[in-house]
């Protein structure tokens, strides 16, 4: 790389938490200047809490589904309850929304066809001015899904131009993120 080379994009990612991407990635931003930051960390997004963003844009963040068992219709057989391996289905035949991984194993099993199974509701993402430039930045519920599957159509430029080159942390879980549409797994 000759010594007036300049760098458009750079990507700071790793497997494994507390390896000090956040740092590393606000680091780069402060050097950067005017950058685009993107915070992909797809389980703690804390670049908020380094570079303290305004936001100028907010959107809710949808990703999976949750069971949902409407009791008017519900025949008490236990399908649901015997087939879910992570426990979310209470004795009372309702869902645990914090243990539902959304696999959708118990709307396959459920004979009365009395589960819901609404997309869910995550958090929020935003476009948000820093110091440093432009940050994209997600903020999640408690055991929120992670892997969002759309995102709304947005006037926002978002990419990097000639003189705002593109800062970006994301951290690895082995699950691609995809464009398709969420189904059960």
């Known amino acids: ?11 700071v990612l790793s497997g494994k ?5 956040t740092s590393i990635t606000a680091s780069f931003a402060v050097l950067a ?24 844009e907010r959107h809710e963040f949808w990703s999976g589904r949750e069971a949902v068992i409407r ?4 025949i008490g057989c236990g399908e649901c309850l015997e087939n879910c ?7 009372t035949f309702s869902v645990d929304p914090v ?31 820093t110091r440093c430039g432009t940050l994209v930045h997600a903020r ?15 006037g926002a430029r978002l990419g990097p131009s000639p003189r705002r080159p593109a800062v970006r942390s994301s951290s690895w879980t082995g699950r691609p993120a995809s464009d398709a549409p969420s189904s059960p797994r």
Request: hydrophobic share 40%; with cysteine.
């Open 85 to 91: 391996r992570f426990g979310a289905i209470r004795p």
């Open 99 to 129: 243990s539902c991984e959304g696999c959708g194993v118990c709307v396959r099993f459920c004979p009365a066809n009395a589960i819901d199974f609404p997309e869910r509701r995550c958090g929020e993402w935003m476009v948000s001015d």
């Open 17 to 21: 938490g507390g390896t000090g991407k």
């Open 140 to 154: 999640l519920g408690v055991a929120a899904e992670n892997s969002g599957k759309r995102f709304p159509r947005s």
């Open 33 to 56: 200047g005017q950058a685009v930051i993107a915070d992909c960390d797809v389980d703690a997004a804390d670049l908020h809490l380094v570079l303290s963003p305004r936001a100028r």
């Open 1 to 11: 790389m000759s010594a007036n080379a300049t760098i458009d994009e750079l990507v």
């Open 71 to 74: 009791q008017a219709d519900c």
